[in-house]
Every structure is written in structure tokens, then in C-alpha cells.
């Protein structure tokens, strides 16, 4: 059987505390949720750690949990990519998801927290090494394995925010409406008010609405595209199905997309089966393989196939996903009308 590079996403820890901290640091920027700064991300793993432990305890259904999933390379142990998602956003105790809702005549900006409640999938980052042969979208498409591994533990509503046009730590759209009223750069203000935990964003959004025609032409321009670096990811979740909601970022004016739970494309074309060890080699289609429920949920990116009600692994993936003999895991696969993608392509990066 053909040895290949194997990729396991799972759930952070403690130990991820140093991994964590460089790949915000190499983002530069552009992850406003992972700041790089170690007490912040000490805090936001203790709470994904604590949100997979209370998975299934409903005693709180409207409390906020972040589960934050990290991409390692199995042979390395490297921690090369994150991945998120988090429930109930803008709930009581948590800074508000307050944004900028676009008027129907497109005159008007209006602070809004109508996304408060729903899920957003967010902290999408994989270093650039290992960008070739579309390793970013099987580790976004594991966010969508984990919303079906226990659908009723998120909300009908799933949103992404996308990062807004900003260079050099500017953003034409927070100079605009913010800056000479916080005093502060863009990337200054993005930290501050990330790491916050009152509800500062409230304190701070316009009271009235702001007229569109008093921002600046590039202000204006820039309104509700997304950076340059993440068209690929706006993609992506066009592909999923998710659309302009007509809100953007309360600071740099990057698109909110949003989709149903239920429609998205990856949950509604994976399929359950059990898992099985088998010879597989370099001809097996590959597929994202995601096992457990919540608590202790895993995906592998491997080659696999899948007959009749069975689908085999290679040994070292079904060791890796903690499997169990008649254990059922939800598999995805790029289909078959797509252009094929070769494992050396898609995976050699160690």
C-alpha cells in the first residue's frame, strides 16, 4: 500500500498553546479571532476545551461555545491550519456580533445584531506551504462534518464574516467611520475590541444610521468586499451555499455571508457508513472521514472507498480517528464531475 503524508483535524488543547500562537502570528493580521497574543489564545483554548467537554450537556442551550478545531500533520506532529465554530454569538455574557445592515435603497448603514444567536464557522487559517492542491477546502469543509456529527447542537442559521479590505494595518472602511472618533489604527482597534469581554462593541456602534454617501470614494468602494487573500474562501462558501446577507463588518466592512443548516452542500452530500480497514492506494478517491459526536470529534483527509454499506480505510487513518470495530464515521468526497485530484498533489507537504 502507498505510503502518504496523513492530515488529523481535532479538537485543541493546552499543548496546541504554542502552535496556536505562530499560526496567528504568520496570519499577519488577517485573523481577527486569533489574536496573537498568548493570554488571549490561552483563554479562547481553555473555552474550546471546556466547549467539547460540555457538548451534550443541555443545561444551557443559549450559552455561547467555541469549538476550535486544529490541523495537524500526523508524521510531523506540526500544527498547520485551524478551523472554527461557534455557537449562539452574540449571547448574554459574550461581546455582541453587532454589524452594519445595508438599507434596501443602499443609502444607509444601521448598527445591527440580527445574527445574534445564529452559528458562525470563522477562524479558517492554513499556512501558505501547505495551500497547494486544496488542502484549505477540505479543512473548511470539516467545519460542516462537525455541525452533522450533532446538528441540534447549532443554530438553523449558520453565518461567516469575512475579512474586509485593509493594507499595511489600514482599512479604508474603519478610517472612514472610526478612526478619528477611537483615535487608533485599524489593527489597534481590531485587538482592543477582540480581546474584550463587556459588551464594548455596543458602546461604541453609531446610535443613528450613517449615510452612505458621506464615506469616502474608497470607503465606499470597498464596502462589503472581501480582502484579496480570502476570495478563495468567499468562494467556497458560495459553493456551500451561502449568500450575501446585505450586513458587513462593524471595522472594515468585509461581507457576513449566511446559509440554512440544512442546505449547506457538504452536510447534504456526506454519507454515513462504517468504518472498515482496507487496502487502499493512490487510486482511492480522497475524502475528509470525520468520527465521534461532539466531545470527541476528529476528521482525517485520507484516500478512501466507500461499497456498499462499508467504508475502508487505510490502518493508520482508522487508528488516528480512534475507531473501533462496527464504529460509523460521515465521509465526504469531492464528486465525481470535478476534476480529480491527486494525493501527491493534494497532500505531499510534510
Not at 118 to 138: I, P
Not at 166 to 181: I, L, Q, R, T, W
Not at 314 to 340: I, N
Request: proline share 5%.
Amino acid at each position: 500500500m502507498t505510503d502518504f503524508p496523513l492530515y488529523i483535524l481535532r479538537p485543541v488543547t493546552g499543548a496546541d498553546l504554542d502552535g496556536l500562537y505562530e499560526l496567528a502570528r504568520s496570519a499577519e493580521g488577517g485573523l481577527s479571532s486569533l489574536q496573537p497574543d498568548r493570554d488571549y489564545l490561552s483563554k479562547y483554548i481553555d473555552n474550546a476545551e471546556r466547549s467539547f467537554a460540555a457538548a451534550d450537556d443541555p443545561a444551557d442551550p443559549a450559552m455561547t461555545r467555541k469549538y476550535l478545531l486544529g490541523l495537524t500533520h500526523v508524521a510531523s506532529g506540526e500544527l498547520i491550519g485551524c478551523a472554527a465554530v461557534k455557537t449562539n454569538i452574540g449571547a448574554s455574557g459574550e461581546p455582541p456580533f453587532i454589524n452594519f445592515d445595508l438599507s434596501a435603497d443602499e443609502q444607509f448603514l444601521s448598527a445591527s445584531d440580527r445574527f445574534a444567536g445564529a452559528t458562525e464557522v470563522g477562524s479558517l487559517y492554513l499556512k501558505k506551504e501547505h495551500r497547494a492542491g486544496g488542502l484549505g477546502r477540505y479543512l473548511a469543509k470539516a467545519r460542516y462534518l462537525m455541525i452533522a456529527a450533532q446538528p441540534e447542537a447549532f443554530s438553523r442559521t449558520i453565518v461567516a464574516e469575512l475579512r474586509g479590505v485593509s493594507h499595511n494595518g489600514k482599512a479604508p472602511f474603519y478610517d472612514a467611520v472610526f478612526a478619528a472618533k477611537f483615535g487608533c489604527t485599524f489593527l489597534e482597534a481590531d485587538a482592543q475590541f477582540a480581546s474584550l469581554e463587556e459588551r464594548a462593541l455596543a458602546l461604541v456602534s453609531p446610535e443613528k444610521p450613517v449615510r452612505v454617501d458621506s464615506l469616502s470614494a474608497e470607503a465606499r468602494r470597498v464596502m462589503g468586499q472581501a480582502h484579496p487573500s480570502g476570495g478563495g474562501a468567499l468562494k467556497l462558501l458560495h459553493d456551500e451555499g451561502f449568500r450575501d446577507s446585505r450586513t458587513v463588518d462593524l471595522f472594515d466592512g468585509g461581507p457576513i455571508v449566511a446559509a440554512w443548516r440544512s442546505k449547506i452542500t457538504t452536510i447534504s452530500q456526506s454519507r454515513e457508513n462504517t468504518a472498515e480497514i482496507g487496502e487502499v492506494d493512490e487510486t482511492a478517491p480522497l475524502r475528509l472521514v470525520a468520527a465521534g459526536d461532539l466531545k470527541s470529534f476528529r476528521v482525517a483527509i485520507t484516500p478512501a472507498r466507500r461499497k456498499r454499506r462499508y467504508l475502508y480505510l487505510p490502518e493508520r487513518a482508522y487508528r488516528e480517528l480512534g475507531l473501533l470495530p462496527g464504529d460509523k464515521v460521515r465521509s465526504w468526497r469531492r464528486p465525481a464531475k470535478s476534476p480529480a485530484v491527486k494525493i501527491s498533489e493534494a497532500l505531499a507537504r510534510v
